[in-house]
């Protein structure tokens, strides 16, 4: 009997939400592998991930939900990943490969690493690839019509849940700053935005590129929003025109 | 005798370099617009953007290079965005879109940024539109294998070129930081990190997802490297795995 070759783990971003945001390579793989995980939804609806690449998906690829609970718990947590791994190896290891597919990028706070390092560490002879993709600070910038960062700017990305405690220090010296998944705590960040001048400078996106998409380019009337999961904010701390340093608008003779 | 419509700039994202990593939107309003504009190279060989693109350019579509000088000379920069804007509104003015290709994200560090902002001085009728695409640290993290964030990480990018001096405040709290276009101040941000005994912790990346990328897992022996002018550094300051703080292996249980 030849053994049989262990098929490969894809990790594939897919992009902030528009279907049409995934790249011809993450489309590519995700037509040619025979199984399709993603994490399963909450309260019965289809996940992120799943619901962007539903129109993608052929009948006859194996759809392979798993389930990561929403906890902070890190020993129920390696529990769910470790019964996840064994999911996608029972396909692996027969030579199939398997495609994750992770909203946003797959290297960039997914869900998709606990995943792959769990089956690494069970099967070490497990091959994993990544496919890049579109995040939802460039996805949200472009939804505001703005550049996200300029020339010499520095930029932060905080995954808001765990830091209010650190933004004051970041805006001390940041010059653009992105708050993920800012939804519970906004009303917080607004304070600090409002004692230290800046809430002209910020702006809140929801669900970044989908039909429910929704912007607030002021945020100035707003101490509290009612925001979903998905939602971000980004500050421009140094409001610079674009190639001018702090001089304001382009400066084109007179 | 009826006025024509404007026609539509689109900024659009072409991704790090593998001409596979466009997204389905970009390729598909790419191959739409009559008029494809893209930076000149230098020294007679094509730009990036207008390389990734090759492959995907129909004969009969204009192809319009803009001439971006390699200046800081603020006052010849604009002089060069305001004839490239001018080049621009030929075609626009008389109802044709334009596609502008970015290398990356459109809305991250990119010429596109100046274009679209005199131009919409010049020409406040002008419509921009901006399809967003994935990013180097995105290409570059996928490309090593490794996540760039996961948990409550905190990302700090920074464009190279300025902010030697600023790394070591940064250093002390951000728990992975990317210098983008890191060839210049290599030499320097070594020398900090050996200080700093961060060098086991840093990797470089030349020209991600192109054929010709290379990758440094290590840099320990390296404190001078030749790298081309698409080339980042990445620094896994606090280097958590994923999901246990700073524990070390998952636990799988005993």
Redesign the interface.
Known sequence: MTAVQVGTLYGI?V??G????????G??ILNQVPVVAFPTGIRGKPGMAQQIVEKWLGGEQVQLPLTFPYVQD?VL??QA??VAAEQVWHYLHRGQDVAFVCEG??????TF??LA??LQ??HPECI????????SP??A??AL???????????????A???VA?LE??LD??DVVVLMKVSSVYEQVWQVLERRQLLNRARVVERA?LPEQVIYENVCDRPTLNLPYFSLLIIKVTEK?????DEG????GS
């Open positions: 971003s992009g902030p528009d279907p049409e945001l995934i790249t011809l390579k489309l590519r890190f947590l390696a990943w470790q990028d797959v290297s960039f706070y997914s690493t606990y390092e769990m560490q069970l994993v690839q990544t496919i890049p993709g579109v995040c460039m996805a910038a472009s019509g703005m550049p996200l960062t300029v020339r010499d700017q520095c930029l932060v990305v905080l995954p849940l765990y830091v650190e220090t970041i010296w940041a590129t025109e674009p190639g001018t340093g608008k382009l400066n084109l």
